[in-house]
């Protein structure tokens, strides 16, 4: 399995953008479902963003459509989620996961991932 490791969290302001990192280790993300998932405290884990095992498809949660866009760097073996117009209820700790049994019904379910990075957090106030 491989290991990820997040990067880029940090407190912004409401309406401002922020630019999270998943970098894996240990081996290449190809073949692997990714997905970015957050949790709130006091919340279940959300799904937020995700590529399917072929790299070819996104998925995206309801409440972060036409705001957050997920994307690879295959060369550098890291995925980005790129968030825009952040709210405060956009306020979490942000995982990246990954995992080669993951399909696509079940891309949104955060116990299908076998990989897990340590998290990092995202703070959206004024």
């Known amino acids: 399995q491989v290991q990820l490791v997040e990067s880029g969290g940090g407190s912004v302001q409401p309406g401002h953008s922020l630019r999270i990192s998943c970098a894996a280790s240990?081996?290449?993300?190809?073949?692997?479902?990714v997905g970015w998932l957050r949790q709130a405290p006091g919340k279940e884990r959300e799904f937020v963003a995700g590529?399917?095992?072929?790299?070819?498809?996104?998925y995206y949660g309801d409440s972060v459509k036409g705001r957050f866009t997920i994307s690879r760097d295959n060369g550098k073996n890291t995925v980005y989620l790129q968030m825009n117009s952040l709210r405060p209820e956009d306020t979490a700790v942000y995982y990246c996961?990954?995992?080669?049994?993951?399909?696509?019904?079940?891309?949104?379910?955060?116990?299908?991932?076998?990989?897990w990075g340590q998290g990092t957090q995202v703070t959206v106030s004024s």
């Open positions: 590529y399917s095992r072929s790299g070819g498809f996104t």
């Open positions: 240990g081996g290449t993300l190809s073949g692997y479902a």
């Open positions: 996961a990954a995992g080669k049994g993951v399909i696509t019904s079940s891309i949104r379910n955060h116990e299908q991932y076998a990989s």
